[in-house]
């Protein structure tokens, strides 16, 4: 497969890098900080003898979308399967009352991921085949008072995902919405987390390439966070509200 990796310097998007150029799949890495993509895709390419390309991208500058998928084109001649990786969480406290907070997280996690969708879902949709993998987060599937900008955001685009494959399931494209619970990535580091429901990015990266071989909707990941986001949305709001979660 020839695999586009958006937001490759991501922990979570390195493990998948590696996964799949071991499989022997050819990758396109790009991101904000291209040396270190540079660094990652000669690597790979040193270490399972795959071919790799690696670019400049930046979710929020949609301006410099269209030259970089043409771009993405002429180097690897066809995309089989994006993936989805960049994110930001951004300061919740900070942008419940920052609106420039709240738009940087909302821009970065949803308008960006839309504008490249934007060139992405067309192809596809013509080419009639192709997986389109998005991380998303278990935050978006329930909004809670400590973290709702960043959930809102992931939760749109857990909806945008949605729609998208319902449009696009007819034209056999499948769109895969990944919902991975706490990482242990840079992300989260300042945070102080539950230890024993935080996951290392190798375990999420391993569920993330099963789930794109098979070509699933939506992919909990580790497996237990199905489970404790339906016990979470069950709870009845007028009980919700009180749990000051
Ligand atoms: N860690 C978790 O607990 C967790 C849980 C659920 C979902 N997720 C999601 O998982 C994905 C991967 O994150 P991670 O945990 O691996 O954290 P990470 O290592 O901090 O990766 C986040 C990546 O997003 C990139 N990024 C931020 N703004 C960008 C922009 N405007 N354009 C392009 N790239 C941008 C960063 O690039 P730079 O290196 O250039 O800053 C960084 O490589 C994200 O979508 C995140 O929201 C993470």
Redesign the pocket.
């Known amino acids: 497969m020839r695999v586009l990796i958006?937001?490759a310097?991501?922990?979570?998007?390195r493990e998948v890098a590696d996964i799949l150029a071991s499989k022997g799949h050819e990758l396109y890495l790009a991101?904000?900080?291209v040396e270190e993509t540079e660094r990652l895709a000669r690597h790979l390419s040193i270490k399972y003898g795959v071919k790799t390309h690696w670019d400049g991208?930046?979710?929020?500058a949609y301006d410099t979308h269209p030259a970089f998928w043409r771009r993405v084109l002429e180097r690897m001649g066809d995309v089989d399967w994006v993936l989805l990786?960049?994110?930001?969480?951004g300061e919740q406290d900070k942008a419940y009352r920052d609106f420039g907070e709240f738009r940087r997280i909302a821009e970065?996690?949803f308008l960006?991921a839309v504008s490249v969708l934007t060139h992405v879902a067309p192809y596809m949709e013509e080419r009639g085949e192709g997986l389109i993998a998005a991380?998303?987060?278990?935050?978006g599937d329930r909004g809670r008072g400590s973290n709702f900008p960043y959930g809102s955001a992931?939760g749109g685009l857990s909806i945008y995902l949605s729609g998208l494959r319902n449009r696009l399931f007819r034209r056999g494209v499948k769109v895969l919405d990944i919902k991975?619970?706490?990482?242990d990535?840079?992300?989260?580091a300042h945070l102080e987390l539950p230890k024993r429901l935080v996951s290392s990015?190798r375990r999420v990266a391993k569920d993330i390439v099963a789930a794109m071989e098979k070509g699933k909707d939506v992919l909990y990941t580790p497996w237990y966070w199905r489970w404790i986001m339906l016990a979470i949305r069950l709870v009845p709001e007028f009980i919700f509200k009180r749990l000051n979660l």
Do not use: E, Q
Not at 57 to 60: G, K, P, Q
Not at 85 to 89: E, N, T, V
Not at 185 to 188: E, G, K, V
């Open positions: 958006l937001g310097n991501s922990a979570i998007a991101s904000r900080n991208f930046d979710a929020v990786a960049f994110g930001y969480l970065t996690n960006g991380i998303t987060s278990v935050a992931k991975p619970g706490f990482v990535t840079p992300m989260t990015p």
